[in-house]
Nanobody
Framework: QVQLVESGGGLVQSGGSLRLSCAAS????????MGWYRQAPGKQRELVAR???????NYADSVKGRFTISRDNAKNTVYLQMNSLQPEDTAVYYC???????WGQGTQVTVSS
């Protein structure tokens, strides 16, 4: 059974940092591209960052220079390091196993001003 389990969300003040983790099981993780998405209240889910099996990355313009996506294939885990967080980053963050169109359960990130 393919499964994604996220962790690392929470409440942080503006300008703070958080690191999200997403652990995958039931797949050959290293060959799979992964993504982080977010959904704020009343808005559509949007792409935050993606990483290919080879480690190439791309980011939404709104997070470039502040967020970093990375992966540890030995741990079957993808990370999202979020720095200089702003209130507009408040959302539920989801990881996605792109080729399987499979989502994690989501983790809440709240940034207070």
């Amino acid at each position: 059974q393919v499964q994604l389990v996220e962790s690392g969300g929470g409440l942080v003040q503006s300008g703070g940092s958080l690191r999200l983790s997403c652990a995958a099981s039931g797949i050959i993780f290293s060959i799979n591209p992964m993504g982080w998405y977010r959904q704020a209240p009343g808005k559509q889910r949007e792409l935050v960052a993606r990483i290919t099996s080879g480690g190439f990355t791309n980011y939404a313009d709104s997070v470039k220079g502040r967020f970093t996506i990375s992966r540890d294939n030995a741990k079957n885990t993808v990370y999202l390091q979020m720095n200089s967080l702003q209130p507009e980053d408040t959302a539920v963050y989801y990881c996605k196993l792109i080729l399987y169109d499979l989502w994690g359960q989501g983790t809440q990130v709240t940034v207070s001003s």
